[in-house]
């Protein structure tokens, strides 16, 4: 009896935020060992990793990378135990992280650079190569690292700090011995990034909602001014950020989730970045593959040691897709939004 492999595809593209109308659940035939081309592996799927960038390759807009297609397998990270191989670098049993998309198994051209990756569990659970260790990880390292450029001493801002990048932010800038300041949605998610992250302040959000008393919220926790900031929503947090920021501050923009529907994201004051000669930069951390080897050594020692601490949120089968990741665009999710798979 042939397996069944359960799918989420695009159905439709939203028109503002995202509803359960635009994904459609289907099921494919999952090919046997002996149906695989050369140089092809079949990977069951243990988690998927939802992240904020889906949300913006569902609109046809222009963007850094190409849209979505419709009626396809929805684009994704995931974790998972090859089952069959026909490329001599794969086994059977191998721990692999590939683009395996919203569905529960899937089918890589090993042979294309970069498509799968073997992975060590011995010390560092599947799930974090999705997470601390993986992409997000790695998009956190690159931000702080190679444009913050953080300086032992300085004060570092992180939006969205309970997340599954900005948790990793604020730890590798407390290593460098930086203040750190986060900014999260709720008083758990604040508690979680003082108490268990180590972050030496956390701002709730959504009891600051007017530029005056976020300012004066930011000025408390950081007396010394921002040297940088790891912005990850924009809006109202950034305006406040953009008043408190020290002369030659660094951004680092890694996301602007509060634009994320489709709304402009206006700049209360873009005249402080001539006034304070601020360098704010963007950034895809696919674009730089070069620093991967660097940032997985430090982040999967810290992961293995206990240093870096994460968190995961777990929606459980590939049904359950849709809905969570509406919540992690509403911000329901608490560290790290997975689907898992088996």
């Given at each position: 009896?042939?397996?069944?492999?359960?799918?989420?595809?695009?159905?439709?593209?939203?028109?503002?935020?995202?509803?359960?109308?635009?994904?459609?659940?289907?099921?494919?035939?999952?090919?046997?060992?002996?149906?695989?081309?050369?140089?092809?592996?079949?990977?069951?799927?243990?988690?998927?990793?939802l992240d904020p960038y889906m949300r913006g390759r569902m609109s046809d807009s222009k963007s850094y990378a190409e849209p979505q297609p419709l009626d396809a397998v929805m684009i994704g990270g995931t974790v998972g135990e090859v089952v069959?191989?026909?490329?001599?670098?794969?086994?059977?049993?191998?721990?692999?992280?590939?683009?395996?998309?919203?569905?529960?198994?899937?089918?890589?051209?090993?042979?294309?650079?970069?498509?799968?990756?073997?992975?060590?569990?011995?010390?560092?659970?599947?799930?974090?190569?999705?997470?601390?260790?993986?992409?997000?990880?790695?998009?956190?390292?690159?931000?702080?690292?190679?444009?913050?450029?953080?300086?032992?001493?300085?004060?570092?801002?992180?939006?969205?700090?309970?997340?599954?990048?900005?948790?990793?932010?604020?730890?590798?800038?407390?290593?460098?011995?930086?203040?750190?300041?986060?900014?999260?949605?709720?008083?758990?998610?604040?508690?979680?990034?003082?108490?268990?992250?180590?972050?030496?302040?956390?701002?709730?959000?959504?009891?600051?909602?007017?530029?005056?008393?976020?300012?004066?919220?930011?000025?408390?926790?950081?007396?010394?001014?921002?040297?940088?900031?790891?912005?990850?929503?924009?809006?109202?947090?950034?305006?406040?950020?953009?008043?408190?920021?020290?002369?030659?501050?660094?951004?680092?923009?890694?996301?602007?989730?509060?634009?994320?529907?489709?709304?402009?994201?206006?700049?209360?004051?873009?005249?402080?970045?001539?006034?304070?000669?601020?360098?704010?930069?963007?950034?895809?951390?696919?674009?730089?593959?070069?620093?991967?080897?660097?940032?997985?050594?430090?982040?999967?020692?810290?992961?293995?040691?206990?240093?870096?601490?994460?968190?995961?949120?777990?929606?459980?089968?590939?049904?359950?897709?849709?809905?969570?990741?509406?919540?992690?665009?509403?911000?329901?999710?608490?560290?790290?939004?997975?689907?898992?798979?088996?």
């Amino acid at each position: 009896m042939s397996l069944v492999n359960h799918q989420i595809l695009l159905a439709s593209r939203p028109a503002a935020e995202p509803t359960p109308e635009n994904f459609k659940l289907v099921e494919a035939p999952v090919p046997t060992a002996e149906e695989l081309a050369e140089g092809q592996v079949l990977v069951r799927n243990h988690f998927l990793s939802l992240d904020p960038y889906m949300r913006g390759r569902m609109s046809d807009s222009k963007s850094y990378a190409e849209p979505q297609p419709l009626d396809a397998v929805m684009i994704g990270g995931t974790v998972g135990e090859v089952v069959a191989s026909k490329h001599p670098r794969f086994d059977v049993g191998d721990a692999v992280v590939c683009m395996g998309g919203w569905q529960e198994y899937s089918l890589i051209d090993a042979s294309q650079r970069g498509a799968i990756t073997k992975v060590d569990t011995r010390q560092i659970p599947l799930s974090a190569y999705l997470g601390a260790v993986g992409m997000p990880g790695v998009t956190g390292w690159y931000g702080l690292v190679k444009i913050i450029e953080p300086k032992a001493g300085e004060t570092v801002v992180v939006s969205a700090a309970s997340g599954a990048v900005g948790s990793v932010v604020g730890q590798l800038a407390k290593a460098r011995g930086c203040r750190v300041v986060g900014i999260a949605g709720g008083p758990d998610k604040c508690r979680y990034v003082t108490e268990e992250l180590g972050f030496d302040a956390c701002l709730d959000h959504k009891a600051l909602t007017d530029l005056r008393s976020f300012s004066a919220a930011l000025k408390a926790a950081a007396p010394n001014g921002i040297d940088g900031c790891f912005e990850n929503v924009g809006g109202l947090g950034l305006d406040a950020v953009m008043l408190r920021m020290n002369a030659f501050g660094r951004i680092a923009f890694c996301g602007m989730i509060a634009g994320y529907s489709g709304q402009p994201i206006p700049m209360a004051n873009p005249s402080l970045i001539l006034v304070s000669r601020l360098k704010l930069q963007g950034f895809i951390v696919s674009e730089h593959p070069e620093v991967w080897p660097e940032a997985m050594q430090e982040l999967g020692g810290m992961v293995a040691t206990g240093r870096m601490k994460f968190r995961e949120s777990v929606a459980e089968g590939i049904a359950s897709a849709p809905e969570a990741f509406l919540g992690l665009l509403k911000g329901k999710n608490f560290g790290k939004q997975l689907v898992k798979l088996v």
